[in-house]
Each structure stands twice: as C-alpha cells, then as structure tokens.
C-alpha cells in the first residue's frame, strides 16, 4: 500500500488529484456548488425532499433532521444545486441561509430580504418596518411582492440550516422565539409563494410547546439516518480510499461496523488509513490512531461539540459507563424502579435513536463502535462510577484534566423554601460559567440520585467546590438537611479558608456558631444582583487563589 499524507488544506484530504473534505461531504467553507459525486447515500430522501418542494402539496415546508456530521448540511446545498439547475424557469433559490447566530425574527427577514433581493438582481430594498412588535404577516407580503413584482409566475425556496440552535440559542428570549416561530408559520401558509427548506439536529420541542408542534405537523419531516451497510456505502468507501489499497469485504464490513454507517466516521477512519504503513494489521492501527485522533483532531472536533451541547447528564453518564466497560447495561438491569437506573434507560432509548447506541444481546452497546475507545482517550469523561475521592476533573472545553482545579466553580446550598430565588441565580451564573461547573442539584440531577447522597453531597461542597454560596434562612438552619449535614462542610472550609464561602442571610438569621466567612444581607436585592456579587467574590477572592478558569 502506498503510504500518503494529508495536503496542507487542513479541510481536507489530498487523494491523487481529488481533495475530498470534511466527512465524504464537501466543507461548508468551499465556495462552488455541490455536486453528486461529492455526496453519497440518501438518495431517496433527496428525491423525497425536491418532490415536495417542486410539485404542488400544501406543505410549505420541509424539515431535514439528523445528528450532527450526518450530511444535512451537504444535503441542503445538493439541494439548492439541483433547483437552480433544474427548475430556474419556475422556482427562485436564494443562497443557503447559516442562521445559528440570529437570535431574532426582525434580523432573519432582513436577510431573506437581502439574499431574495440579490437572487432578483436587485441593488438594495430596505425591508418594510412598522413601528411596535414584529408582524409576521407583513413580514411574508413583503417578500411575495418582491417575487410578484420581479419574477411573477415563480415561487421562491427558502433553505435554513441549524434552526434549531437558532430558536434555542442563548441569546434567544421566549418572545423573540415565539416572532420566529410567528414568522416560519406566515411563510408556510398554503398558497403562498414561498416554500421553506430546513435543517435541524432536533426538533425544539422544549420551547413553546404549541407553536412547535403545529409547526412540525404542517411541515414534512425527513430524517436522515447512517448509510447501510450496502453497495453504497462499499461505493463511498472505495473512491474515498486510495487506489492502492486493495480492501477486501471484511475490511470494509469493519469500517462500517467501527463507523456505525456515518460517513464522516467512515472517512475518520479512511485519513488514517491513508496515512498509515502498510503491514499486517493495518486496519486496526488506523482505528486504534483515529480513536487516539492526535494528529488533525478531526473527530475531536466533531465529537467535542456533540458532547458538550448534544448529550445531556444521563446520556454523557451512560456513554462513560460504556466506554469504561461497567457492566451489565441489560434492559433487564435498567428497567428497576431506582431513579439512576430509568434516567440511564431513558437515555439509553434516546441514543439508540439517534444512532449512537444500538441493543445486542438485550445490552446497550455503541453503534459507532470508534466513540468507544475516543471516549476513553479523550480526556473528556468527567467522573467514575465511585466516590467522589475519584473524581476525575476534566475541563470539557479543553477536554483536558484540569491540573490543581476543583470541579465545581459555584455551589449553591439551600432550603427548598427559597428554590425558586436560588433558581433564578443558578440562570445567571450560567452567563459565566458553564451548567457543568456550578453545583446546583437541578443541573446533577442523576448524579445525585443515589442511596449515599447524605455522604456524597456533603463530600462534593467540602472537596470540589470552589466557592460555597449558603442561602441561609430560618428553615435552613432548622433542617437536617441541609441545615446539618451541607452546612457542615461549608462551617469546616470557612474555618480553613474564609473567602471560600459567602452567607446570603435570606431573612436576617445569623450563621450559628463561631463564623469567620463572609456575609451578605438579601434586602431587596434581586437574583441578577446576588448573581453579579456572587461572581465578583469569585474573581476577587477564589479565582486569584485557585490558578485560571
């Protein structure tokens, strides 16, 4: 086999004279128009998908939905190639629409007026603006003029990628999502001009519940799944590999096991191959380096943002369990009444459907066999299955251990009488921090389900955290828990370190005892204020004695 480095494009792979990029998909960054040979598998989907936006049907919209690295976005911009190649006498196609950064209606319908204008030819329009909240309705007269106006007989495809991450981005309010939702339901209105194409790695249905829901019935969903373990996928992998390699059935049927039949873990898998010597056992080394992936990251690249944004604790908790061999993970031993073993169930259903997991032998087991072992060399495992003197710290920005830092930044301890407040503070101190570094029990819910909780949470406040924020009141102190058994820990660190806990007096009860920490009395301070003090003690006191976040 010939041995082969990667080209100094660090988008992609240099075979022969082809670079092929970012998965076997093209990169979003390479300015052309995609081609079918770049793109491989969902054949019938895309046939599905220009059906429906070329024919008459009374749904004005089409979902594509599919995990990240599975093709939509390679798929969206197929798409937009076929229309204007085929259908221009009839269907206008302004260019893909990358709309995760836009937090509100008013700014993506000036640029759907921007890019309509630039499909039209047209130097500039200004979008119609009313004084007073966003309308939706003018929002769609407007654009079904222009088209009117400019290329009457015509209708006009709309083609969104990652509109989910824009209805559910930080930045977002409820009612800038509630104008969105307002504006894609005016836009899909049956005999309107306009058709709506979208991408989104989930459906959104934890926000405004109703509005979604309508808009996921009135639309058509497509799903795009791995490839099968067919011709196609043989196809794929065969002019993605180097023509040298003679690569038999069983290699082949062991790519697409490793790679669960996504394509970009399938190409993962080919760079390495490509890089590596010839010799016996080949294969596996490339697996085993693309599982350690130290040399181009491109699988931590991808898989950092799943885990960090995609994967919630039961899901990341269960993937761990995998990766470190904890066994059984039988639906026999999941499906108990214990509040771990349904949230890991649940999870488990959850990954199995997105295809990162699959059932064998009545065991969970990955379905990307490759994320085993990543899981493992990553550094991003964040804890083990047994006491807290185990902790593994890992910065899961970095992904790697955290040197000399506890794991919690924050940890707030509280009666449940005032859990509404301390709510409202733990949202505050995630415009911060990350969910992950606060000890707030909500955000740890499956980690602290658990018949040892009397002993582990304790054990967190006193030795991984870095600031312990005690909300007390007079329940608090009446309580055996939390008055007892957290308020403990906190007395012992403010013995050894003072500024390593702050007192917020909720309703003007002192802290019992000899207390040398400070305090701070609630008055009528808001959430937000007990939040921005919170932080500033932090960064005065705390950060300055415990190294950078």
Same mark, same amino acid.
């Given at each position: 086999?010939?041995?082969?480095?990667?080209?100094?494009?660090?988008?992609?792979?240099?075979?022969?004279?082809?670079?092929?990029?970012?998965?076997?998909?093209?990169?979003?960054?390479?300015?052309?128009?995609?081609?079918?040979?770049?793109?491989?598998?969902?054949?019938?989907?895309?046939?599905?998908?220009?059906?429906?936006?070329?024919?008459?049907?009374?749904?004005?919209?089409?979902?594509?939905?599919?995990?990240?690295?599975?093709?939509?976005?390679?798929?969206?911009?197929?798409?937009?190639?076929?229309?204007?190649?085929?259908?221009?006498?009839?269907?206008?196609?302004?260019?893909?629409?990358?709309?995760?950064?836009?937090?509100?209606?008013?700014?993506?319908?000036?640029?759907?007026?921007?890019?309509?204008?630039?499909?039209?030819?047209?130097?500039?329009?200004?979008?119609?603006?009313?004084?007073?909240?966003?309308?939706?309705?003018?929002?769609?007269?407007?654009?079904?003029?222009?088209?009117?106006?400019?290329?009457?007989?015509?209708?006009?495809?709309?083609?969104?990628?990652?509109?989910?991450?824009?209805?559910?981005?930080?930045?977002?309010?409820?009612?800038?999502?509630?104008?969105?939702?307002?504006?894609?339901?005016?836009?899909?209105?049956?005999?309107?001009?306009?058709?709506?194409?979208?991408?989104?790695?989930?459906?959104?249905?934890?926000?405004?519940?109703?509005?979604?829901?309508?808009?996921?019935?009135?639309?058509?969903?497509?799903?795009?799944?791995?490839?099968?373990?067919?011709?196609?996928?043989?196809?794929?992998?065969?002019?993605?590999?180097?023509?040298?390699?003679?690569?038999?059935?069983?290699?082949?049927?062991?790519?697409?096991?490793?790679?669960?039949?996504?394509?970009?873990?399938?190409?993962?898998?080919?760079?390495?191959?490509?890089?590596?010597?010839?010799?016996?056992?080949?294969?596996?080394?490339?697996?085993?380096?693309?599982?350690?992936?130290?040399?181009?990251?491109?699988?931590?690249?991808?898989?950092?943002?799943?885990?960090?944004?995609?994967?919630?604790?039961?899901?990341?908790?269960?993937?761990?369990?995998?990766?470190?061999?904890?066994?059984?993970?039988?639906?026999?031993?999941?499906?108990?009444?214990?509040?771990?073993?349904?949230?890991?169930?649940?999870?488990?259903?959850?990954?199995?459907?997105?295809?990162?997991?699959?059932?064998?032998?009545?065991?969970?087991?990955?379905?990307?066999?490759?994320?085993?072992?990543?899981?493992?060399?990553?550094?991003?495992?964040?804890?083990?299955?047994?006491?807290?003197?185990?902790?593994?710290?890992?910065?899961?920005?970095?992904?790697?251990?955290?040197?000399?830092?506890? !794991?919690?930044? =924050?940890?707030?301890?509280?009666?449940?009488?005032?859990? #509404?407040?301390? *709510?409202? +503070?733990?949202?505050? /101190? @995630?415009?911060?921090?990350?969910?992950?570094?606060?000890?707030?029990?909500?955000?740890?819910?499956?980690?602290?389900? !658990?018949?040892? =909780?009397?002993?582990?949470?304790?054990?967190?406040?006193? #030795?991984?955290? *870095?600031? +312990?924020?005690?909300? /007390? @009141?007079?329940?608090?102190?009446?309580?055996?828990?939390?008055?007892?058994?957290?308020?403990?820990?906190?007395?012992?660190?403010?013995?050894?370190?003072?500024?390593?806990?702050?007192?917020?007096?909720?309703?003007?009860?002192?802290?019992?005892?000899?207390?040398?920490?400070?305090?701070?009395?609630?008055?009528?301070?808001?959430?937000?204020?007990?939040?921005?003090?919170?932080?500033?003690?932090?960064?005065?006191?705390?950060?300055?004695?415990?190294?950078?976040?």
């Amino acid at each position: 086999m010939t041995n082969r480095t990667a080209s100094h494009d660090t988008t992609g792979i240099k075979l022969g004279e082809e670079v092929f990029h970012d998965g076997p998909y093209k990169h979003q960054s390479i300015e052309g128009k995609m081609l079918p040979r770049d793109f491989f598998g969902h054949q019938k989907e895309k046939a599905e998908i220009l059906r429906h936006l070329t024919e008459v049907d009374p749904r004005q919209a089409v979902i594509v939905q599919g995990e990240r690295r599975m093709g939509k976005t390679s798929m969206l911009r197929l798409i937009e190639a076929e229309l204007r190649e085929k259908h221009q006498g009839d269907i206008i196609v302004p260019q893909l629409l990358m709309i995760a950064h836009i937090s509100d209606a008013a700014t993506l319908f000036a640029e759907m007026v921007a890019i309509l204008a630039d499909a039209l030819g047209l130097s500039q329009v200004d979008p119609e603006t009313t004084n007073g909240p966003f309308n939706a309705v003018q929002a769609r007269i407007c654009l079904e003029r222009l088209v009117r106006e400019h290329a009457p007989g015509k209708t006009v495809v709309f083609i969104m990628d990652e509109v989910d991450e824009c209805l559910e981005g930080e930045r977002t309010t409820p009612t800038e999502r509630a104008h969105l939702l307002g504006l894609f339901g005016a836009l899909r209105q049956p005999g309107t001009l306009i058709k709506l194409l979208f991408s989104v790695i989930r459906i959104p249905a934890r926000y405004l519940y109703k509005e979604v829901e309508t808009f996921v019935l009135d639309a058509k969903l497509i799903p795009l799944k791995p490839l099968e373990n067919d011709p196609e996928f043989e196809a794929m992998i065969r002019i993605l590999a180097d023509p040298d390699q003679m690569l038999t059935a069983d290699e082949i049927a062991e790519i697409h096991r490793q790679a669960g039949g996504w394509p970009y873990f399938a190409k993962v898998i080919l760079v390495y191959l490509i890089q590596s010597p010839g010799g016996p056992a080949w294969l596996q080394r490339a697996i085993n380096e693309a599982a350690r992936d130290s040399k181009d990251m491109r699988l931590t690249y991808a898989m950092k943002h799943v885990y960090k944004h995609h994967l919630d604790e039961a899901e990341r908790r269960l993937c761990i369990m995998l990766a470190e061999g904890v066994v059984p993970l039988t639906l026999d031993e999941l499906t108990s009444k214990d509040p771990v073993d349904a949230a890991l169930l649940g999870a488990g259903q959850r990954l199995e459907g997105r295809c990162y997991l699959q059932l064998r032998d009545n065991a969970y087991c990955f379905a990307v066999a490759l994320l085993g072992p990543w899981f493992r060399n990553s550094g991003l495992i964040a804890t083990q299955h047994a006491s807290p003197e185990r902790v593994l710290l890992a910065d899961r920005d970095g992904g790697e251990p955290a040197s000399g830092r506890k !794991r919690f930044r =924050i940890a707030l301890s509280y009666a449940s009488e005032h859990g #509404d407040f301390v *709510e409202k +503070v733990a949202a505050d /101190l @995630c415009k911060r921090f990350e969910q992950w570094q606060i000890l707030y029990a909500p955000y740890h819910e499956v980690e602290l389900a !658990r018949t040892d =909780i009397g002993i582990y949470l304790p054990t967190l406040y006193h #030795d991984h955290s *870095e600031l +312990v924020v005690v909300f /007390l @009141c007079e329940n608090y102190v009446k309580k055996r828990w939390p008055g007892k058994l957290e308020w403990a820990a906190a007395h012992d660190m403010s013995m050894r370190k003072p500024e390593s806990v702050l007192v917020i007096e909720m309703d003007g009860v002192k802290p019992p005892g000899v207390w040398s920490g400070g305090t701070v009395e609630l008055n009528d301070r808001s959430p937000k204020e007990i939040a921005g003090m919170i932080i500033r003690r932090y960064e005065q006191d705390v950060q300055r004695s415990s190294g950078p976040p």
